[in-house]
């Protein structure tokens, strides 16, 4: 009989600290936002009126896609101020992603609660500013009370929409983009435990060894699936937040 | 799942708090499990849908996706909701 | 039984035991060997935040929104929209380079057409020149030969008539003289002329 022992989960998503009050998850935040303000001080230096290249390339491919993709989808054209909050949380929440990925790191630092929970704090608190500075206390007409529903029907309308505006909203936000890595992250490490534990296992077994190929085949398999993920977390995360904002914006639809 | 429990737990004569452990991993599988289900049907019908009408008007493909995203997302949160729950209990 | 124990070494990774025991009577249940191993729950529960982890976060992203927000976006887009505006007038530039080549291209067909037009009603006009000159020519060429047939018929109507005298004359002293002979006697000159004559018309013509 053959057992493998997961370790427990504290010991797999927590880290020692580098010192006191600041771990990995500090570590790759603050790295995140300073290769992003990097990428865009040296995109902005470059000079504009030549085609770009190289930083300048990927800095404003990621405006467009934010503008194109997202913005003009969610929002429309009014919503282009918003251009620059969704590009920051996108290429943020990319970048912590990432790190799931690159060796050494190894882990996601959304994979932890705290970054999608402020995020999608930050995000409540937006999108619910929108709604009433644009709508004043119609917002919460809008928002609760929706159009063209009978009038008893409001008794149990009234309190699903507060639930799902006011408070599914953000917790669902922060869940998905934790979860997603959480469980991306598991899946490595559990493949890269078996991987491990076979190619190191002290057996009479002589065909266990050459089946270790199985799971690290499924290892590079999961991490290229992993930078789809982070990808599409991010961009699931952005485009959620365009939505919101648009909906608390123009209401009618 | 408790007669499962209790039936362990004679075969290997656990004690309580290794009862209650047992019981909590037994859940939390069930509960990964049950979690998936609904989702997985889900997504296979958003992403259906979308591919059909992806075959059926191409030149739409670029808005479908992304609603198709959108949808994934939305049927997803269950299904993350159920490992989160997994986690909590199992782990 | 072969148990593999997975040990963590913080921030170094992790470290797979494995015991490889043959199974005999003094193992003990599975079950207890896995609870000695797992330390009891260390930390916070695994979806909860961690205060610091949320403060550093928090103060990454803050700081990264601000100067996106404030300097760096900004500076992007300006520069992006300069390159797009020049470029937009660079191709209304050339857009305005084209219509005017194409209208001077049209221009130009135009004078071509007309030049070309000119060449062609002149060409014309001398050949028209020219076929009057021939008809011309030609007509006075068939004058001129009309006038010199003319003459050299009358020529040779003279001739013939003159020639046809003179044998009217030899056949006359012919005739007359056979006759003489024959009858002895000089004939009328005047029947004898008119005899020859009318045997020379009709054998001429006949």
Known sequence: MFALEFPPINEVIRWKDVFSSFNKVGIIACLAALIGVTVFLIAGRKDPMVAPKGVRNVAETGVEFIENQIVMQTIGEDGLGWTPFLL?????????????????????????????????????????????????????KSSLFPPGVPKAMYLLVTPIEFISTFIVRPFSLAIR????????????????????????????????????????????????????????????????????IGQAKHPAH | MEALSRVLAQATELT????????????????YGLAAIGPGVG????????????????????????????????????????????????L | MHTATVAHLGAGGFRVVFSAEESTATVPAPGNTAEAAVPEKSGPSPIAPEKYELIWALGAFVVFALLMRLFLFPRLKKGMNARYGKIRSDHETAESTRAAAESEVAEYQSALASVKAEAAGRIDVARQTLETERTARIAEANARIAVRKAAAVAETDAAMAAARQSIEAAVGSVAERATELTLGKRPDPATVQRAVAEAMRSGVNS
């Open chain 2, 16 to 31: 309580a708090s290794d009862l209650k452990k047992n019981n909590a991993a037994i859940g939390a599988g069930f509960a």
């Open chain 1, 88 to 140: 920051t949380l996108f290429v943020f929440i990319y970048l912590c992603n990432l790190p799931g990925i690159i060796p050494i790191l190894q882990f996601p630092a959304t994979a932890r609660m705290a970054l999608p929970l402020f995020m999608s704090v930050i995000v409540w608190l937006i999108y619910n500013g929108v709604g009433f500075k644009h709508h004043g206390l119609g917002y919460l």
């Open chain 1, 177 to 244: 983009l934790f979860a997603n890595m959480l469980a991306g992250h598991m899946l490595l490490v559990t493949f890269a435990l078996l991987s491990n534990a076979m190619l190191f296992a002290e057996t009479k077994q002589y065909m266990l060894k050459p089946m270790t190929i199985l799971p690290v085949f499924m290892l590079v398999f999961l991490t290229t699936f992993e930078v789809l993920v982070g990808f599409l977390q991010a961009f699931i995360f952005t485009i959620l937040t365009g939505v919101y």
């Open chain 2, 43 to 90: 997504i296979g019908y958003v992403v259906g849908k979308a591919i059909e009408s992806m075959a059926r008007q191409p030149e739409s493909a670029g808005m479908v996706r992304t609603t198709m995203f959108l949808g994934i997302a939305f049927t997803e949160a269950l299904a993350l909701i159920g490992f989160v729950v997994f986690i909590l209990l199992g």
